[in-house]
T-cell receptor
């Protein structure tokens, strides 16, 4: 099993640009989580889905952030427009709904200048 | 909202010394998980505790869930340089998992 796959691994962009982060779940998993990690705020849950349905998006910072699951195995997190304070490592994680154990991807390091 | 704090934030030990990190939740938890994140890596699941007062061991690691299900601890006996990383607890309250602030462990040979 390849594990959770994220792309790109690194992204450098200018303020105001649109950024799209991608995540492929582990085959058979049906829960998907997006996290953001910074030194100041630690590991924050942004949003999670069960069976493609968003369950809790209370962690999404503001309307500039949006997340989708177009199918059962793939998700995107979009930031439009990006700002320097969005610079962070973004992780996605997947699990089985009844398992609770989350498998994290390698993360995308985003730098907004 | 639910908050999960860990102490200490950082600890530097000599190889062979013991290490303990403590996790405290503002609310009662249904279960608690522990993760390890190596420098530059991603969190990796270690274990889940569910029952009040539960104690589990993984080799040199001992995990404990408090009687009131609001706190937990991770103890490492005789640390090794491979133990370096940040240890997170993650508590599940009503629905979602809330990660603690993490304890960064540095082990000197």
């Amino acid at each position: 099993d390849a594990g959770v796959i994220q792309s790109p691994r690194h992204e450098v962009t200018e303020m105001g640009q649109e950024v799209t982060l991608r995540c492929k779940l582990i085959s058979g998993h049906n829960s998907l989580f997006w996290y953001r990690q910074t030194m100041m705020r630690g590991l924050e849950l942004l949003i999670y889905f069960n069976n493609n349905v968003p369950i809790d998006d209370s962690g999404m910072p503001e309307d500039r952030f949006s997340a989708k699951m177009p199918n059962a195995s793939f998700s995107t997190l979009k930031i439009q427009p990006s700002e320097p304070r969005d610079s962070a490592v973004y992780f996605c994680a997947s699990s089985l709904v009844n398992s609770y154990e989350q498998y994290f991807g390698p993360g995308t390091r985003l730098t907004v200048t | 909202g639910q908050q999960v704090m860990q102490i200490p934030q950082y600890q530097h030990v000599q190889e062979g010394e013991d290490f303990t990190t403590y996790c405290n939740s503002s609310t009662t938890l249904s279960n608690i998980q522990w993760y390890k994140q190596r420098p530059g890596g991603h969190p990796v699941f270690l274990i889940q505790l569910v029952k009040s007062g539960e104690v589990k061991k993984q080799k040199r690691l001992t995990f404990q869930f408090g009687e009131a299900k609001k706190n937990s601890s991770l103890h490492i006996t005789a640390t090794q340089t491979t133990d370096v990383g940040t240890y997170f607890c993650a508590g599940r309250g009503f629905q979602k998992l809330v990660f603690g602030t993490g304890t960064r462990l540095l082990v000197s040979p």
